[in-house]
């Protein structure tokens, strides 16, 4: 699994790092990133939780 963060939908809320620091970190620009593009299977669930609580909807995985 891979997760993404679209950056022009990001409006910096800083929940996904929040609930999965090992995949989401906030980036110089106040935007957040995905740290590893490839997600480890134990922490599917936890980035997979980061996504549906994103307010704005802007994390993809798959
Ligand atoms: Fe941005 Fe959504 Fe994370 S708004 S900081 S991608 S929870």
Request: with cysteine; net charge negative; hydrophobic share 35%.
């Amino acid at each position: 699994m891979k997760a993404k963060v679209d950056k022009d939908t990001c409006i910096g809320c800083g929940a996904c790092p929040g609930i999965c620091p090992e995949i989401f970190e906030m980036d110089d620009d106040g935007l957040a990133v995905a740290k590893d593009s490839v997600i480890p299977e134990d922490l599917e669930e936890s980035a997979q939780e980061a996504r549906d609580g994103c307010p704005v909807d802007a994390i993809d995985i798959d």
